[in-house]
């Protein structure tokens, strides 16, 4: 039993499909803070201007 044990964890541990996955969703994540961040931004900057035309009409 311990032998399977041993030969399970160093399977895990070796797999690094998990590891690769986990990366990929860091990046995913990362990227969809920065569109976030960067519409967001946009957006007030374009609320600020259009604003900043309609009271100079």
Same mark, same amino acid.
């Given at each position: $039993? @311990?032998? &399977?044990a041993?030969t399970l964890?160093?399977s #895990?541990?070796?797999? !690094?499909d +998990?590891?690769?996955a #986990? !990366? &990929? +969703? =860091?990046?995913? %994540? @990362?990227?969809a803070v920065? %569109?976030?961040t %960067? $519409?967001?931004? @946009? +957006?007030t900057? =374009?609320? *600020?201007?259009f *604003?900043t035309?309609? +009271?100079k =009409?």
């Open positions: $039993m @311990l032998t &399977y041993r964890l160093r #895990i541990i070796r797999d !690094e +998990g590891v690769t #986990i !990366e &990929y +969703g =860091l990046i995913a %994540a @990362l990227i920065v %569109a976030i %960067a $519409m967001t931004t @946009l +957006g900057n =374009l609320t *600020s201007t *604003s035309i309609a +009271g =009409l």
